[in-house]
């Protein structure tokens, strides 16, 4: 029940206790990178790359885990993972195309509230310009098949944008 840590409890343990207190195993990028990349071709590891990736865990999640824990066992520095970091995401890639395997790079995605956006400002342009056409006359919309009214075209509601709540204490910094 009370086994979170006490607060400053991390003050008063040994210091370089952890790994990556300590200086880092591989302290420039190459020696970093050449030994991920000796790591990442061990079979066993290509099998777990590659039915990571079959399973949905897209690329750029699976590089920074692999850094993290590099970083977590003193391997390198947070600063030597930022620099190689591209350099195994484009090794991954290419492992991946090379086997033929579908996976998700996780960069290029937009999320579902700019898709909900697009939607509802095309729907609102769309609904504009039947509605100018319908007022020019320069459209006949009294075809034989379907007829689309006004009332049956559903213009979705605006969005609500949620209000970022700044801090308001005494202590809470402002804009300076």
Same mark, same amino acid.
């Given at each position: 029940m009370f086994s979170a840590p006490i607060p400053g409890q991390s003050l008063t343990s040994e210091p370089k206790n952890v790994p990556w207190e300590n200086p880092p195993q591989f302290p420039d990028p190459e020696s970093a990178l050449l030994w991920h990349m000796d790591r990442l071709q061990e079979p066993e590891k290509v099998k777990a790359i590659a039915g990571l990736l079959t399973l949905g865990l897209d690329v750029v999640t699976l590089t920074e885990g692999l850094l993290r824990s590099a970083v977590l066992d003193g391997r390198h520095s947070i600063d030597v993972s930022l620099l190689i970091g591209p350099i195994i995401h484009e090794y991954i890639v290419g492992t991946a195309d090379a086997a033929g395997l579908n996976y998700n790079e996780g960069m290029d995605e937009t999320s579902a509230? $700019? /898709?909900? #956006?697009?939607?509802?400002? %095309?729907? %609102? &342009? *769309? *609904? &504009?310009? =039947?509605?100018? =056409?319908?007022e020019t006359g320069e459209v006949d919309f009294d075809m034989e098949s379907e007829e689309t009214?006004?009332? $049956?075209? &559903? #213009?979705? $509601? $605006?969005?609500? #944008?949620? /209000?970022e709540n700044k801090p308001m204490g005494l202590m809470s910094r402002g804009e300076v």
């Open positions: 509230d $700019e /898709v909900d #956006v697009n939607y509802t400002i %095309r729907s %609102r &342009e *769309a *609904a &504009e310009i =039947l509605k100018e =056409l319908k009214t006004e009332e $049956e075209i &559903e #213009v979705p $509601e $605006e969005i609500e #944008v949620p /209000v």
